[in-house]
């Protein structure tokens, strides 16, 4: 089941940036830490306010992300 209803936009959050949930939690911020090596314990452990399904929730949003069209010239 889709988690990306966790990941919310608001002008008066973070710029309007991607966070979770509506916090101050940038979608950014979590894939940072994970590019960084911590796992989804530590930041769960780090950030008591998240859930496991935010964690799923940023990982959906950062695939879909990638997820873009090519276009070929010809």
Do not use: N, W
Request: proline share 3%; hydrophobic share 45%; charged share 30%.
């Amino acid at each position: 089941m889709s988690q990306l209803h966790r990941i919310t936009f608001d002008t008066e959050v973070c710029s309007g940036r991607p966070t979770i949930r509506g916090m101050r939690i940038r979608v950014k911020d979590i894939l940072d830490l994970m590019a960084a090596g911590a796992d989804k314990g530590e930041i769960l452990e780090d950030f008591p306010m998240l859930e496991a399904e935010d964690i799923a929730a940023v990982l959906e949003y950062a695939a879909k992300q990638s997820d873009h069209v090519v276009l070929r010239v010809a």
